[in-house]
């Protein structure tokens, strides 16, 4: 059974940076996409990023230039980084696995959930 836990959330002023980490465990990491996913009050969850295997990577158009999302299939983590954050980025961060052979972004391909942490930006 996977298991995903999050890290790295909190308080953070607008234009400052967060490192989210989520480490995997129970089967082969590097069989799975992993992605991040959030949910602001109110409002539907939303993917921010994904990553294959190979490293290649996708990100929502509302991140693109802001956000990097990276793995290590070594120490089975994936990790998110977030610089110049915006209030509208205040949200639930969620990292999630997909045992799919290509790159998925809907949230229904994705089998394996974490807790989630709380991302909150202040203006």
């Known amino acids: 059974q996977v298991q995903l836990a999050e890290s790295g959330g909190g308080l953070v002023q607008a234009g400052g940076s967060l490192r989210l980490s989520c480490v995997f465990s129970?089967?082969?990491?590097?069989?799975?996409?992993m992605g991040w996913f959030r949910q602001a009050p109110g409002k539907e969850r939303e993917i921010v990023a994904a990553i294959n295997r190979a490293s290649l990577a996708y990100y929502a158009d509302s991140v693109k230039g802001r956000f990097t999302i990276s793995r290590d299939n070594v120490k089975n983590m994936v990790y998110l980084q977030m610089n110049n954050l915006k209030p509208e980025d205040t949200a639930v961060y969620s990292c999630?696995?997909?045992?799919?052979?290509?790159?998925?972004?809907?949230?229904?391909?994705?089998?394996?959930w974490g807790q989630g942490t709380q991302v909150t930006v202040s203006s």
């Open positions: 999630a696995a997909a045992a799919r052979p290509t790159m998925v972004i809907a949230g229904r391909e994705y089998a394996y």
């Open positions: 129970g089967r082969t990491f590097s069989a799975y996409i």
